[in-house]
């Protein structure tokens, strides 16, 4: 499967990311550090963190077959909304 677009997500402070590193971590999805790839049950994301420019970037590499790229952004986009409030 092709790489979906990738989701930039703008003022998201450190405390935020923080939050977001545990909620994921907590779903088995470890993110580690400001920047690289993670992978379960057969899908692979990748994010980048910028603390000085507070942007997040989180992209879909790869995605299993019974779910869709556009399912797992979704998600991604959901757990960072639930981070910020």
């Not at 998201?12 to 923080?18: G, K, L, S």
């Not at 994301?45 to 507070?54: D, L, T």
Request: net charge neutral.
């Amino acid at each position: 499967m092709a790489p979906s677009a990738p989701q930039v997500f703008q003022g998201i402070t450190p405390e935020q990311y923080a939050r977001l590193v545990a909620k994921a971590k907590a779903a088995g999805i470890d993110l580690n550090g400001d920047n690289g790839t993670a992978s379960k049950f057969g899908a692979e994301i990748a994010w980048n963190y910028n603390a000085s420019a507070q942007e997040l970037t989180l992209q879909c590499l790869k995605n299993p077959f019974f779910m869709s790229a556009a399912d797992i952004n979704t998600r991604l986009h959901s757990l960072v909304k639930e981070s910020l409030a």
